[in-house]
């Protein structure tokens, strides 16, 4: 497994008399001056695969021509929506393979369920498509190698992975606090997703797929299931098949500030314990609570998430906390705040702070992180350099695959370590076993 690739984010921050000092501006902003019309092609258009498209076309030159889908009336909702938006019709498709054998595209956005990402990647990536694809990259840990072993025969390709909090500002501006050292040895890094919004995913009986719905392909290489709405569209998110719950889903994004920040790659082990706690009786089969430790060669991370709660840490939703012995730094998609520690002389007094204070900052509410991530993609196609890309595949796939270890924790109910001089768990042959997947249905898995 690659895991290994690392680029650094911000160069620009300095230490100045004790304090941190953090220019304003850390990016220039991008204006594309290259008149190539750049065509886009999306696959999956019911959730974030329509987020990214309408994110796409709004950097100069870049068109968005032809959409595929699997459900007909999503089709049909999306190709009237953009027409009404921008006065042009969009080709349409119900089988990927068409969009990629389409000579017009030179862009596809990957948007469809965890299940499909790594067959419909390595096969963009042989068509010569740039890619988006989005977070987590693929189902299990064997597909992330794939892709990037895929990725790396065609280095001419720009490929960035839908980790989007990387192109955001104030975590440039945090992950800069945490490389400076002003926060200390930093022994534990807390990440977690509290979802309060999410309800008990009622129960439904199995039933034929709506008319439109190419049920067959939607499950392309996942298991033979009948047709239930439970699995298809937004809830694919809570079932085995297709994804890992929370743990891949919004773990993802945190974890991938946390890694990167830390400059940290595999875990030397991993222990997770969890269930359905909040809904047992729902619908779902991924754990609606989780915590999962992490220990790496100088700290530990923790992940934990939980449905129907809005408490978290700190009283975020949802964030990441860098424990340092000077002080934390805690950050959101909110902003950052951070929080001195006290040098304790006594029971009775405290003595002087370990670090000057550093202003809160909140993010400005009108700034589209997913659109400046977008920006980023095309100024690398357009200057045909994959080092400026802020969320690389080798790069981006750090979180996928340590979130899919927690996963893999769970099921086994115990501690497990991974060994770096063969990427596997060793001698854990349960472990290893769920490091992969099979593909059923006649579709055969990318032999890159």
Request: glycine share 8%; charged share 25%; net charge negative.
């Amino acid at each position: 497994m690659v895991l290994n690739e690392r680029r650094e984010f911000v160069k620009n921050t300095a230490l100045l008399g004790g304090g941190l000092f953090i220019p304003s501006a850390i990016t220039k902003p991008f204006i594309r001056v290259n008149d190539r019309i750049l065509r886009v092609g999306l696959i999956g258009a019911k959730g974030m695969g329509w987020g990214n498209a309408k994110n796409a076309i709004k950097v100069k030159n870049v068109e968005l021509v032809a959409i595929c889908d699997v459900d007909q009336n999503v089709i049909k909702e999306r190709s009237a929506e953009h027409y009404k938006d921008n006065f042009k019709k969009l080709k349409t498709y119900s089988d990927y393979r068409d969009i990629l054998s389409d000579n017009e595209i030179d862009i596809v956005i990957i948007g469809t369920p965890d299940h499909w990402h790594c067959k419909m990647f390595c096969d963009a990536i042989d068509a010569g498509k740039h890619v988006y694809v989005e977070k987590p990259i693929a189902l299990t840990i064997e597909e992330c190698n794939l892709m990037i072993k895929a990725a790396s025969k065609r280095p001419d390709l720009m490929v960035q992975v839908g980790q989007w909090q990387r192109s955001g500002p104030h975590y440039r501006k945090a992950i800069d606090i945490v490389q400076s050292e002003v926060l200390g040895q930093i022994r534990l890094v807390k990440t977690w997703a509290y979802q309060g919004w999410m309800e008990p995913v009622d129960s439904y009986p199995d039933e034929k797929a709506p008319e439109g719905v190419d049920y067959k392909m939607w499950l392309g290489p996942a298991p033979d299931r009948p047709f239930n709405k439970n699995r298809f569209h937004f809830n694919f998110r809570w079932f085995w098949d297709y994804a890992g719950g929370l743990m891949t889903d919004w773990g993802v994004h945190e974890i991938d500030i946390a890694l990167y920040a830390m400059k940290a790659n595999a875990p030397k082990s991993v222990m997770a314990s969890g269930g359905k706690l909040a809904y047992p009786d729902d619908a779902s089969e991924t754990p609606d609570t989780l915590q999962a430790i992490f220990e790496y060669d100088n700290f530990n991370m923790l992940w934990e998430h939980a449905t129907g709660i809005d408490g978290g840490p700190y009283g975020r939703t949802e964030g990441i906390a860098f424990i340092g012995n000077n002080g934390t730094l805690v950050v959101n998609r909110g902003g950052y705040e951070v929080y001195v520690e006290s040098t304790h002389k006594s029971y009775s007094d405290l003595g002087q702070p370990k670090m000057e204070s550093i202003a809160k900052f909140d993010k400005p509410q009108d700034l589209n992180y997913l659109a400046l991530h977008w920006e980023n993609f095309i100024e690398a196609i357009d200057k045909k350099d994959p080092s400026i890309l802020n969320t690389p595949l080798v790069s981006g796939s750090v979180a996928a695959v340590n979130a899919m270890m927690g996963n893999i924790a769970y099921h086994t109910g115990r501690k497990i370590y991974w060994n770096s001089d063969t990427s596997n768990f060793g001698d854990d042959k349960e472990a290893n076993a769920l490091m992969t997947n099979d593909y059923h249905h006649g579709w055969q898995k990318p032999k890159v």
